[in-house]
C-alpha cells in the first residue's frame, strides 16, 4: 500500500522519546520528492579550504597524512569563527554563576569548535572519495575525540557535517565540524535517558531492535542502514553498527572502511533519488563521562537528515514532528536506487 492510501498515524520513538505523526496527504508519492534547491556550487575562487590556501585558515590541529606537505588528504583545523572558546580558563566552569537578569545559571564559553576538511580539491564531495578515503575522515574524527579526551572539562562531543547553504553550511568546500562540549546537551541527555528507560523495561537496547525488514536499506560486514521506525524527517536514514557499541571513537581501522562504504553508498543513493538535497549527518555517541567500557543501553549512531521539509509552529510548540513518507516506504524507494559504476 503506498502512503498516499494509508491514514495518518503517531508513533513513538523509543530512541528520542518523542512523537512523530505520519501525514501523507501532506505531501506527494514519496517517489517524487526531489530537493529544489542547488547544491552545486563549486565556486573555488578565494576558497581558504582548497590546496595552497593553507595559510589563510585557523591554524593547524593536525593533517593525514601526518608528514604530507603539498599533498595531503585531510586536515583538521581550529575554526575561524568558533562557538566556543578553547582560550577560556576551564576552571571558571567549576563554579556557575546564577544570571542576574533572569536567575538562571551562565557558564563561560570554554569548549572546542574544529573544522575537518574532507579533501584537497573543492569540487569533491564526501560522496566523491572511495571507501578507504572516507574511512580515513572517520578515522580523523576518532583522533579528533581522543585528543579531546584529554581534557577533563570536556563532557560531550558532536561531530557533524553540513551539506548545502540551506542546511546551514557557509563553505561549499567539503567539509564537516567538531565541537566539544563542557555539558551534555538535552537531546543527549533525553536520548541517554529514553535508551536506559527501554532497556529497564525489556532489557534490551533499543538501537540494537531497529532492525524490521521492511526498514532496513542495506548491510556491510559491520553494520546496517535503516529509516528508523518512527523516522523524525522524510527520507531520514540511520547508519548503526551491528555489535553493540557505545562510543563511536572506539572504531578501528577495518570498521572504519567497512563504514565508509556504506556511508558512500547511502549519500550516493539519497543524491541520486533526491536530486542532491541539501543534508545534515550526525554522529550520536555516548557522553565521555561514560567510565563503562559499554553502556548496554548506549549504542552509537550516523543519522542523516536530508532537508527536505520546513520545521513549523507546530513542531516548535509541541515537539511533535510531521512526517509526509511512512518509514517503509522510505526504505523501499532508498533500497531501490541503483547505483552505477
Known sequence: MGS????????????????????????????????????????????????????????????????????????????????????????????????????????????????????PVHSVHLSD???????????????????????????????????GASAGASMSHSHSQIMALPVVPPSASVRLDCMKAYFDQTRKCSICEARSDDLIIDKSTHF???????????????????????????????????????????????????NNPPFNLMIHTCPLEDTLPELPYGHWFIQIVPQLTVMGGFEMGTGCYINPVFPEDAAKIVREVRISG
Open 129 to 163: 572519495l572511495d571507501p578507504v578515503d572516507v574511512g580515513v575522515v572517520l578515522l580523523a574524527y576518532k583522533k579528533r575525540i581522543q585528543q579531546l579526551l584529554s581534557h577533563d572539562s570536556i563532557k560531550y562531543v558532536q561531530v557533524f557535517k553540513n551539506h
Open 224 to 274: 546496517i542502514s535503516i529509516v528508523p521506525f518512527a523516522a523524525t524527517f522524510p527520507f531520514e536514514i540511520w547508519i548503526i553498527p551491528l555489535d553493540h557499541s557505545s562510543h563511536f571513537h572506539k572504531i578501528d581501522n577495518q570498521k572504519a572502511t567497512d563504514l565508509g562504504g556504506l556511508l558512500k553508498l547511502m549519500l550516493r543513493k539519497l543524491c541520486l533519488q533526491l
Open 4 to 119: 498516499e492510501n494509508r491514514r495518518p498515524e503517531m508513533r513513538k520513538d523509543n530512541v528520542n522519546n518523542r512523537w512523530v505523526i505520519f501525514s501523507p496527504a501532506r505531501s506527494r508519492r514519496p517517489s517524487d520528492f526531489k530537493s529544489k534547491s542547488n547544491n552545486n556550487n563549486n565556486n573555488q575562487l578565494e576558497c581558504p579550504f582548497c590546496l595552497g590556501h593553507e595559510h589563510e585558515c585557523a591554524p593547524e590541529i593536525f593533517r593525514f597524512p601526518p608528514d604530507s606537505t603539498s599533498d595531503w588528504r585531510i586536515r583538521v583545523i581550529q575554526n575561524l569563527y568558533p562557538a566556543l572558546s578553547r582560550d577560556i580558563d576551564p576552571s571558571s566552569l567549576q563554579n556557575p554563576n546564577p544570571s542576574p537578569i533572569s536567575g538562571g545559571v551562565a557558564l563561560s564559553g570554554f569548549g572546542f569548535h574544529d573544522v575537518v576538511i574532507e579533501s
